[in-house]
């Protein structure tokens, strides 16, 4: 039986790039194990001062948009062109198992095949967000072993699933040219937060509708962010299977980083972003802790049962999930 590896050896492997210690580390960072958690707490810090040097881009986009066959192709483009790529798929979750239903690695295989490139499908368990708990701290581990490029693939598009948009710099919408729900198709509030919007599959007999998409979206993008000196996000077609496009769309977002670096909008950005994380990580620590409270486990399973059953209503259930999580905390303050 294979030891855990020690955290030295951990950050070891990691500066190093071996890639099974960089698989390992990330394992240990999606575990929820509390000591776990402490061994990978010490493994960023140890890393830290190798880590922010990468281009952080987030993909969303609408069913059926091709978005993994989009960062296949892109990816293996990128590292032709000398770059190391690493890609986070974050994959829906099973209910059941807790373990990744699609599995991006398989429909990413010429880049997972790479041995500058790095493919991690993670599940994104109970998060609604698109992105897995520990989404942000394997983008800090793949930098810090060297991989210049850092994709995050989200589970969707939808008002749940923007919160990628909170932890890259350029956050990219690939969409499709779709007869008369172009628009409708996708949320406002998806739009207001791309910084670069691609409409995909624009080869053969989808390359002129995709082209009229691309126009009826600028046209929006002009509508709802309206003013002479305001940043829009440029509207490109591109085509996944071609090639056609891909080269252009990687510029649109070396160009948004130029603009934020320009503005000290890059900064900025990952200050917030920083802030943002440690709230959530709150969040995560607070939900770890009544899920292991004592009490909380004694009453859950005739709480959750009698929530069911309409016996008790949710608010009433979580009310008193609360108080015994409260009740636990003072016992343990009492006995210290």
């Given at each position: 039986?294979?030891?855990?590896?020690?955290?030295?050896?951990?950050?070891?492997?990691?500066?190093?790039?071996?890639r099974?210690?960089?698989?390992?580390?990330?394992t240990l960072?999606?575990?929820?194990?509390?000591?776990?958690?402490?061994?990978?707490?010490?493994?960023?810090?140890?890393?830290a001062d190798?880590?922010?040097?990468?281009?952080r881009?987030?993909?969303?986009?609408?069913?059926?948009?091709?978005k993994?066959?989009?960062?296949?192709?892109?990816?293996?483009?990128?590292?032709?062109?000398?770059?190391?790529?690493?890609?986070?798929?974050?994959?829906p979750?099973?209910?059941?198992?807790?373990?990744?239903?699609?599995?991006?690695?398989?429909?990413?295989?010429?880049?997972?095949?790479s041995?500058?490139?790095?493919?991690?499908?993670?599940?994104?368990?109970?998060?609604?967000?698109?992105?897995?708990?520990?989404?942000?701290?394997?983008?800090?581990?793949?930098?810090?072993?060297?991989?210049?490029?850092?994709?995050?693939?989200t589970?969707?598009?939808?008002?749940?699933?923007?919160?990628?948009?909170?932890?890259?710099?350029?956050?990219?919408?690939?969409?499709?040219?779709?007869?008369?729900?172009?628009?409708?198709?996708?949320?406002?509030?998806?739009?207001?937060?791309?910084?670069?919007?691609?409409?995909?599959?624009?080869?053969?007999?989808?390359?002129?509708?995709?082209?009229?998409?691309?126009?009826?979206?600028?046209?929006?993008?002009?509508?709802?962010?309206?003013?002479?000196?305001?940043?829009?996000?440029?509207?490109?077609?591109?085509?996944?299977?071609?090639?056609?496009?891909?080269?252009?769309?990687?510029?649109?977002?070396?160009?948004?980083?130029?603009?934020?670096?320009?503005?000290?909008?890059?900064?900025?950005?990952?200050?917030?972003?920083?802030?943002?994380?440690?709230?959530?990580?709150?969040?995560s620590?607070?939900?770890?802790?009544?899920?292991?409270?004592?009490?909380?486990?004694?009453?859950?399973?005739?709480?959750?049962?009698?929530?069911?059953?309409?016996?008790?209503?949710?608010?009433e259930?979580?009310?008193?999930?609360?108080?015994?999580?409260?009740?636990?905390?003072?016992a343990?303050?009492?006995?210290?």
């Open positions: 039986m294979r030891q855990p590896a020690s955290t030295a050896e951990l950050v070891a492997g990691v500066l190093a790039g071996e099974q210690q960089v698989a390992r580390a990330i960072l999606e575990s929820r194990r509390p000591d776990h958690r402490e061994q990978a707490r010490e493994l960023l810090a140890a890393v190798r880590t922010g040097g990468a281009v881009v987030g993909i969303t986009g609408v069913p059926g948009a091709g993994s066959t989009f960062i296949d192709a892109l990816g293996v483009r990128l590292v032709e062109q000398g770059h190391r790529v690493a890609v986070v798929a974050v994959d979750s099973s209910r059941r198992t807790g373990g990744s239903i699609l599995g991006d690695r398989t429909r990413m295989a010429r880049l997972a095949a041995d500058s490139a790095f493919v991690r499908p993670s599940p994104s368990g109970r998060h609604l967000g698109g992105v897995a708990r520990a989404t942000r701290e394997s983008m800090l581990v793949l930098e810090a072993a060297g991989y210049d490029v850092v994709v995050v693939e589970v969707g598009v939808g008002q749940n699933e923007i919160a990628v948009s909170e932890m890259v710099d350029t956050f990219l919408l690939l969409t499709l040219a779709r007869a008369g729900d172009q628009l409708q198709g996708i949320k406002r509030g998806i739009l207001e937060l791309a910084d670069v919007i691609a409409v995909n599959k624009a080869d053969g007999d989808g390359e002129l509708p995709a082209k009229g998409a691309a126009r009826e979206l600028a046209g929006a993008m002009r509508l709802m962010m309206p003013g002479a000196g305001v940043r829009r996000p440029p509207v490109l077609t591109c085509s996944a299977v071609t090639g056609d496009g891909l080269d252009d769309v990687w510029q649109a977002v070396l160009d948004h980083r130029s603009h934020l670096e320009a503005e000290h909008g890059l900064a900025q950005r990952r200050a917030q972003q920083q802030q943002d994380w440690m709230w959530a990580l709150v969040d620590a607070l939900s770890d802790g009544i899920r292991a409270s004592q009490a909380v486990r004694a009453e859950r399973a005739d709480l959750e049962a009698a929530v069911r059953a309409g016996e008790t209503s949710a608010v259930g979580s009310a008193r999930l609360l108080e015994l999580y409260a009740a636990d905390l003072r343990a303050d009492s006995e210290g």
